[in-house]
């Protein structure tokens, strides 16, 4: 989708959500402590990768193996302060998560 921010022509990606719960399906993806100091722990019944987003959408974290019922640890001290995105997902779904990061 082309869209306009102060004067300047941006691309943007529109999501639509039928669902906001993941649990009719019955995946569990909690995400813990928030707000956060930096450190996160993420916990998904199934395998899956988690993506850490900024409020602009810009992809600012990767972890590609976030195991079915182990909690992963995700450190995003480097990352200013403020509002992020956690999407945890695989072939069978997809999760999003606010996290505010106060340090």
């Known amino acids: 989708m082309e869209c306009y921010l102060n004067g300047e022509k941006v691309n943007a990606e529109l999501l639509t959500a039928r669902n906001s719960s993941i649990s009719s399906n019955n995946q569990q993806v909690d995400v813990y402590p928030n707000p956060t100091n930096g450190l996160i722990s993420v916990l998904a019944n199934e395998d899956a990768i988690v993506q850490v987003m900024d409020i602009n959408g810009s992809v600012v974290y990767v972890q590609t193996s976030l195991m079915a019922g182990q909690k992963q ?15 945890i997902y695989n072939n069978n779904f997809v999760s ?8």
Do not use: R
């Not at 999003?96 to 340090?103: A, D, E, P, S």
């Open 73 to 87: 640890e995700v450190n995003l001290q480097s990352l200013a302060n403020g509002i992020y995105m956690i999407k």
């Open 96 to 103: 999003l998560k606010k996290v505010v990061v106060n340090k």
